[in-house]
């Protein structure tokens, strides 16, 4: 079969993930292996599986990290609680939370300081979410995933109330899930800035214009990646096939079938490494010209915490 390929740019890493890796790459350097990091530090296997390799030790809970050693927190973030744990175990905590994800840690904090209850947009059991939630008093947050869970809320009048958002959501879904949230409460407040991610609407407005010319979209990206998984959703939406695949290696060849035109991007905590084996591949199987499809220029930087910032 031939076929040619559109790249959509930008695509994989952002800020935030090249950020996390950096954390953890230069805590190695300075403090030595093993440096412990509670949940994987991005949701990416390839990117798991080399700092493993380099000393890093990855737990789910932090009474899996020795006393005194030092901990590395995701880029997702965590709960005040996980703060308080690791200071009464005399654990050394570095901080790779995404500022992004700090920034709504600080609005839903703020919010509820001045008497709002929160409504958090995002999806159950996801770490990031877990993190949100856990930044205020039990009872002072209540999550919603669809405009179905919107219709079935009920407070008292009179309530003061705002909503905060994961930052990794579909922006089409969350602004019906907000609009659902303003005609049931016209009084609710908003961020003051959009919590979704430039990286998370960037890689969306990508697949939209990808979608309106190749018939297939393949995305590289983890199954428990919320903004990879929201890629492929974007491009079914719009009408292409889409398949959402970790490596190369699990690209199925009839996925192509009656393809003329491929669109290849990557969630942000995909590497360009497993990019452009993508790309080796597809030419194995009949690519001709690969060409790029820019929507937008990325240049967002955010510092090292204190901890690792040159001394």
């Known amino acids: ?71 590395i927190f995701s880029a997702h973030g965590v709960s005040r609680k996980v703060v308080d744990e690791a200071a009464s175990r005399r654990l050394r905590p570095i901080d790779a939370t995404c500022p992004l994800v700090t920034k709504v840690h600080r609005e839903a904090g703020s919010m509820v300081r001045e008497g ?22 039990p009872g002072s947050m209540t999550l919603v995933e669809t405009v179905e869970d919107v219709e079935r809320l009920s407070f008292p009048p009179g309530l003061r109330m705002a909503y905060v958002t994961q930052t990794t959501l579909s922006m089409d879904d969350t602004a019906r899930i907000v609009d659902a949230l303003r005609r049931k409460f016209p009084h609710i407040e ?18 939209k214009r990808l979608a309106e010319e190749c018939a297939v979209i393949l995305v590289l990206g983890a199954p428990n990646s919320s903004n990879s998984n929201r890629l492929v959703e974007v491009a079914i939406k719009c009408g292409s096939r889409s398949y959402l695949l970790q490596t190369a290696r699990d690209l199925d060849p009839a996925w192509l079938e009656g393809a003329g035109t491929v669109g290849v991007t990557a969630g942000a905590s995909a ?27 990325e240049r967002v930087q955010f510092s090292l915490p204190p901890e690792l910032s040159a001394p």
């Open 116 to 137: 709002h209850h929160i409504v958090l947009i995002g999806h159950a059991g996801h770490p990031e979410v877990e993190g949100t939630l856990g930044q205020v008093q």
């Open 271 to 297: 590497p360009e490494q497993l990019v452009q084996e993508l790309l080796e591949r597809l030419r194995e199987l009949g690519a001709g010209r690969v060409r790029p499809l820019r929507v937008a220029e």
């Open 1 to 71: 079969m031939a076929f040619d390929v559109v790249l959509a740019e930008p695509r994989g890493f952002c800020a935030g993930v090249d950020r996390a890796i950096d954390i953890v790459e230069r805590a190695l350097e300075r403090f030595g292996a093993p440096i412990y990091v509670r949940h994987e530090i991005v949701h990416n296997r390839h990117v798991v599986e080399q700092l493993k390799e380099k000393g890093a030790v990855f737990v789910e809970e932090l009474r899996d990290v020795p006393e005194g050693a030092v901990v």
């Open 190 to 207: 908003g961020p003051r800035q959009e919590d979704i991610c430039y990286a998370t609407q960037n890689r969306q407005n990508a697949v």
